[in-house]
């Protein structure tokens, strides 16, 4: 047998041993000592004591229950957007197609130049935006389509307006404007538009679709929100960088619910009960920032939408679709976010703000959705319109 009776390893540098001498350890320790010196350890050394072990397991007891309990504290709501924080945007192609839109040159009358192929181009022409109190015309259409009947609320209401017509910024003599519609559509959700957005012109929202809280997919600023009374945002915070709000009158009483926002002349609790939801009664913004939109804009956009529907009749168009009107008439380029409602996939988000899904459409009776995607979808092919989301461009390839 060879027995090692002295090993080093000195480092190179400063002759110093990086491994001790193993002179000392010339005689082995016999193996069965060795297991008898084990033998002879306090357990103790290898194992928990009882007290550190209930400590131990309490703990781990307590980090179980904070890891399942504590997320049912959290809405689901608070949840997706933290999760949504970090992510990356869902479609780059949106942000480019949408940069790329915003740095090209603004084009005087593009809109109606690429309307002029439609056949229905001509219902889309020269309708004026807001009522005004020296252009008052014979209405022999009651609400939404017109005002017969309603002469004396909005008597009243012009009463107590400031301005009636198109204030001077949205005046477009010698001027070539953009205008974006936010519409409230899931497809906005996680869009990442939020800043393309705020680019714009003219920035029309609809209804109480929220903006705090959403500026990354939605934007930030409104130039005009279109509104009926029970639609009508409750929080002061969704009126903040709100140039104006334009009254959408479906029935008389929402011309006197306008007049007593204005004025601040409190509603009868008698009124408020013809309301089918609760209305506010105040809005934080001034006189002059209050507006009613023409009923043409509703009955002209009706009639166009009529060629697109099965039945025939009256039609009462939605505030999206009218809204997009209204912008042909204002601006030169016409932008849409948050437009397409896809029928065929009932699980996805049908409003950006909400987890309602789009299967909740079918409840409704009132407006022609199928309709309406038909126009909005020649408007995109045609070009007088640009789909910032893309839904509409996509059923237009399908």
């Not at 082995?28 to 033998?39: D, K, N, S």
């Not at 209405?139 to 400031?162: F, I, K, N, R, V």
């Not at 005009?224 to 029935?251: C, D, Q, S």
């Not at 956009?301 to 809204?323: D, I």
């Amino acid at each position: 047998m060879v027995t090692l009776t002295h090993l080093s390893v000195e480092d190179p540098d400063d002759g110093s041993p990086l491994l001790p001498e193993a002179v000392d350890a010339a005689t082995p320790t016999p193996v069965l000592h060795r297991q008898r010196v084990i033998t002879k350890t306090d357990l103790r050394d290898f194992f928990l004591t009882r007290s550190e072990n209930l400590a131990f397991s309490l703990v781990l007891l307590i980090g179980c229950y904070s890891a399942i309990l504590i997320p049912a504290y959290l809405s689901l709501d608070k949840v997706a957007t933290l999760s949504d924080d970090n992510q990356l945007p869902k479609d780059l192609v949106l942000l480019n197609r949408s940069a790329s839109l915003l740095s090209g040159p603004c084009q005087p009358r593009w809109c109606l130049d690429h309307l002029k192929p439609l056949s229905c181009s001509a219902g889309l022409l020269d309708i004026p935006v807001f009522v005004q109190k020296d252009r008052l015309v014979s209405w022999d259409l009651s609400p939404p389509l017109g005002l017969q009947g309603s002469e004396e609320h909005l008597a009243l209401a012009l009463a107590s307006l400031p301005q009636s017509g198109l204030p001077p910024s949205l005046r477009s003599e010698g001027s070539c404007r953009r205008c974006v519609v936010v519409g409230n559509g899931g497809v906005l959700h996680g869009s990442h538009l939020g800043s393309d957005i705020d680019q714009y012109d003219i920035i029309i929202r609809l209804n109480n679709a929220p903006v705090p809280g959403f500026e990354k997919d939605a934007g930030s600023r409104t130039t005009i929100r279109l509104i009926y009374p029970e639609a009508a945002p409750h929080t002061a915070n969704e009126y903040k960088k709100t140039t104006m709000v334009a009254l959408v009158v479906f029935k008389s009483l929402d011309l006197d619910w306008l007049t007593s926002v204005i004025t601040k002349q409190p509603l009868s609790f008698w009124s408020k009960m013809w309301f089918w939801r609760e209305v506010v009664d105040y809005i934080p913004l001034t006189p002059e920032s209050f507006r009613i939109l023409h009923p043409e804009i509703i009955h002209r956009t009706g009639q166009v939408l009529q060629k697109y529907a099965l039945k025939q009749g009256n039609m009462v168009p939605t505030l999206g679709a009218s809204a997009v009107v209204m912008a042909l008439q204002l601006c030169d380029h016409v932008s849409l976010a948050g437009f397409g409602y896809d029928m065929q996939h009932p699980g996805v988000r049908l409003h950006y703000y909400e987890t309602i899904r789009m299967d909740a459409m079918k409840a409704q009776v009132v407006h022609d959705v199928s309709a309406e995607k038909l126009f909005l979808r020649d408007l995109v092919a045609a070009g007088a319109v640009t789909d910032l989301t893309g839904a509409l461009s996509q059923q237009c390839r399908g």
